[in-house]
């Protein structure tokens, strides 16, 4: 692993995702679901994690913030991966989005980055 020497070794992960946050989540993706007839519902798994991960801090063994999670995933950047999986669903009539959603999880962890203060 190399020299950590000068390197704050993490103790746990802290999650800042308030009822407000999920609140005003809902609200959004529900009304973009009604406009869009439901297609923005297979963009929500994406924005969703990625909601999470960006209110994530990483803790040191004394619990103090040393650093945050930073997911700089974009639509512009997987839409060719959205539109893959939007009609892999279509076409198995929807059993491809149990896969889906463990595709979705990889993608935006691959993008996910560690801010330290």
Known sequence: MGDLAGTTRIG??????????A??????WI???IVTLGIALVFFPY????????????????????GRLNCQFGVGSS??????????IIVTLGLASILYAYRVLRVVLNETYIEYY
Do not use: M, S, Y
């Open 79 to 88: 839409i060719g991966h959205v539109i893959i999986w939007l009609l892999l």
């Open 12 to 21: 746990r992960l802290r999650c800042n995702f308030g009822t407000v946050d």
């Open 47 to 66: 924005f969703l994690n990625r909601a999470v991960l960006n209110k994530t801090e990483l803790l040191n063994a004394q619990g103090q913030p040393v």
């Open 23 to 28: 609140i005003g989540g809902a609200i959004l």
């Open 31 to 33: 009304v973009l679901t």
